[in-house]
């Protein structure tokens, strides 16, 4: 039974309470970067979810094998690895959206995120509670990707996934395309909103 | 056995690599064939781009071989080389070539019934990698009639800009036979223009090594096309 709640809190705590973006703000540069529109987002986000998951379980199956003063490299060569094939597998079935994130799946290696989960939770954890504290933490992040690409691509560009959503009688009505949305400050600004109303409904995230 | 030692700890590193490599390896070999699918319908893509034709997603072949009606290679001197085919050359290599020896490939591309224009590859290098594009000429052999450009990793909204149509839409009606003389287009700073009287764009603000890039690509890629383009326009005329 204790067991089981804990699984749960491993696999949900890092949706809201413990967010890796809005609450530990790891992974800000890539949710800059990628999130101009909802599709990008989206690959994004489930790239990072597999490769997060999978490097955990990786990670926490060698964990008493790994000798300790190559454990970095050791948890590099893991991820580096899973990352390329995330990329050699996008570039065969989903081409356009490789070719927008171009490099930012390459840098998903450098995402705080990954080293710091495979250092903290999956060096000390069995593979079960690993796998879920890898997909948890990619939810987490992706969750926040997609609420920041969809109010970016729908406000700067009136689209979703490609698909025209505000209808042409606003553009007609004189309604324009907020040109900031698509620009990268606009990320982090409505990243601070996201983190603005998760704090108010968590007091106990405020600090003084 | 001890798991701080040096000799484990190479051995795992070299255990470890020789695992993840051969991981590597396979994938890429299971999915190179798909890969390059998408990269050749890309290229097909950017091709019929120049030509200011946007295929529909699914069907990026099925037009190509609509619109692209022939396509060959010539050399420096106009003369057609059997036995290579356009598609397949790679301008990257044939661009750092001496002009007398580039393969240069030519997509004819029947935009309506009767109404071809050829389509020339150009490569050359940004600011932080290689720029590349497709120029589309009109039977005349002189005026462009569309350019498409795309490049790696120039800057976003600088030198990035040069994929824009704001951009390449520039290029359309520019000559490049003028007062008889061959000039490849001009890419000059926003309000000037060349002395010489060439025909020219308006480069990009803020992203003038990419601009310059540009120029100097068109120059150097379209240089070698001259006779192939006077023999163009001398079929038209008769």
């Given at each position: 039974m204790a067991d089981k709640i804990k699984a749960k809190e491993v696999l949900f705590n890092p949706l809201s309470k413990n967010n890796p973006v809005v609450v530990q703000i790891l992974g800000i540069c890539s949710v800059l970067a990628v999130t101009a529109k909802l599709e990008p987002s989206i690959?994004?986000?489930?790239?990072?979810?597999?490769?997060?998951?999978?490097?955990?379980?990786?990670?926490?199956?060698?964990?008493?094998?790994?000798?300790?003063?190559?454990?970095?490299?050791?948890?590099?060569?893991?991820?580096?690895?899973?990352?390329?094939?995330?990329?050699?597998?996008?570039?065969?079935?989903?081409?356009?959206?490789?070719?927008q994130l171009s490099v930012f799946i390459g840098l998903i290696i450098t995402n705080c995120i990954l080293m710091g989960r495979l250092e903290a939770f999956a060096m000390a954890n069995k593979p079960w509670p690993s796998f879920l504290d890898g997909v948890g933490n990619g939810i987490g992040y992706a969750v926040i990707l997609v609420i920041v690409g969809f109010f970016r691509e729908l406000f700067g560009s009136g689209t979703l996934l490609g698909y025209q959503v505000i209808p042409q009688s606003f553009y007609d009505a004189g309604y324009v395309n907020n040109g900031l949305m698509i620009l990268p400050p606009m990320a982090l600004i409505l990243v601070a909103c996201i983190i603005w109303v998760q704090r108010s409904y968590n007091k106990d995230l405020q600090e003084d | 056995m001890n798991k701080q030692s040096n000799t484990y700890t190479?051995?795992?590193?070299?255990?470890?690599?020789?695992?993840?490599?051969?991981?590597?390896?396979a994938t890429a070999l299971a999915l190179r064939p798909r890969q390059q699918e998408n990269i050749n319908a890309d290229k097909m893509a950017q091709i019929l781009a120049a030509a200011m034709i946007t295929p529909e997603k699914d069907g990026i072949v099925a037009d190509f071989d609509r619109y692209i009606t022939s396509q060959f290679v010539v050399n420096e001197r106009g003369e057609t080389l059997d036995n290579v085919k356009a598609f397949d050359v790679d301008v990257a290599t044939q661009s750092k070539l001496a002009p007398d020896r580039r393969e240069l490939p030519v997509y004819v591309c029947t935009v309506s019934e009767g109404v071809q224009k050829y389509i020339l590859p150009v490569y050359g290098a940004g600011l932080w990698g290689p720029?590349?594009?497709?120029?589309?000429?009109?039977?005349?052999?002189?005026?462009?009639?569309?350019?498409?450009?795309?490049?790696?990793?120039?800057?976003?909204?600088?030198?990035?800009?040069?994929e824009k149509p704001a951009f390449s839409s520039q290029f359309a009606g520019k000559q490049v036979f003028k007062d008889g003389r061959f000039r490849p287009i001009a890419v000059v700073k926003a309000g000037q223009a060349p002395l010489d009287g060439e025909?020219?764009?308006?480069?990009?603000?803020?992203?003038?090594?990419?601009?310059?890039?540009?120029?100097?690509?068109?120059?150097?890629?379209?240089?070698?096309?001259?006779?192939?383009?006077?023999?163009?326009s001398q079929q038209t005329v008769r």
């Open positions: 690959v994004m986000g489930v790239s990072v979810i597999a490769v997060l998951a999978f490097a955990n379980v990786i990670i926490s199956l060698l964990r008493n094998t790994i000798p300790t003063n190559i454990r970095i490299i050791v948890q590099l060569v893991v991820v580096a690895g899973l990352v390329v094939i995330v990329d050699q597998v996008l570039k065969a079935y989903a081409y356009d959206a490789s070719k | 190479i051995i795992y590193i070299i255990v470890l690599v020789i695992v993840v490599g051969t991981a590597l390896a720029i590349w594009g497709y120029v589309a000429f009109d039977a005349d052999g002189s005026t462009i009639y569309g350019a498409y450009f795309a490049h790696q990793g120039e800057t976003p909204g600088l030198g990035a800009e040069i025909d020219y764009v308006d480069g990009i603000s803020g992203g003038t090594i990419t601009s310059k890039g540009v120029g100097s690509m068109l120059d150097n890629c379209l240089t070698p096309y001259k006779k192939f383009l006077q023999n163009l």
